[in-house]
């Protein structure tokens, strides 16, 4: 079961993701709320600072502003990160290790301030397993 409410805010089945501008609208399906909060210290991750949750390839939808939205890719090119061209503001993501997997901006859900969420857990994102060699038996 993931977090139903974050501070005063309870957390829908259908719950608005936006960007700052509003240019970018996604709705995610959350029936068991937030699941897998966490941040990653990744070098892109810990300058970026926002809090993911983990969501579903089926359980996401663009709603509007398609247009606006800019891909950015580094080192391996598996993980794709969105922003919004206007504002700036980091959406989502496709997950690395699992590509049928988006982490999406706690801070983007309407009516959510992440800071209500207090400590969260911290992926190792720098010592990611798709950065290990692999054993060639």
């Not at 600072?49 to 090119?77: C, L, M, P, W």
């Amino acid at each position: 079961m993931g977090i139903k409410t974050i501070g005063p805010t309870t957390i829908n089945a259908k719950h608005r993701l936006i960007c700052h501008c509003e240019a970018v609208e996604i709705e995610l399906d959350l029936p068991d709320g937030v699941v897998d909060a966490r941040r990653c210290d990744c070098s892109f991750c810990r300058r970026r600072g926002a809090i993911a949750g983990t969501i579903s390839e089926n359980g996401f939808r663009i709603v509007k502003g398609v247009d606006h939205i800019k891909r950015y890719q580094f080192g391996t090119k598996v993980a794709e990160h969105f922003f919004c061209d206007t504002c700036g503001i980091y959406t989502h993501h496709r997950r690395r290790s699992f590509p049928n997997l988006f982490g999406y901006n706690l801070g983007c859900l309407e009516g959510v301030n992440p800071f209500d969420l207090g400590e969260v857990p911290v992926f190792d994102g720098v010592n990611h397993p798709s950065d290990r060699p692999q054993n060639n038996k």
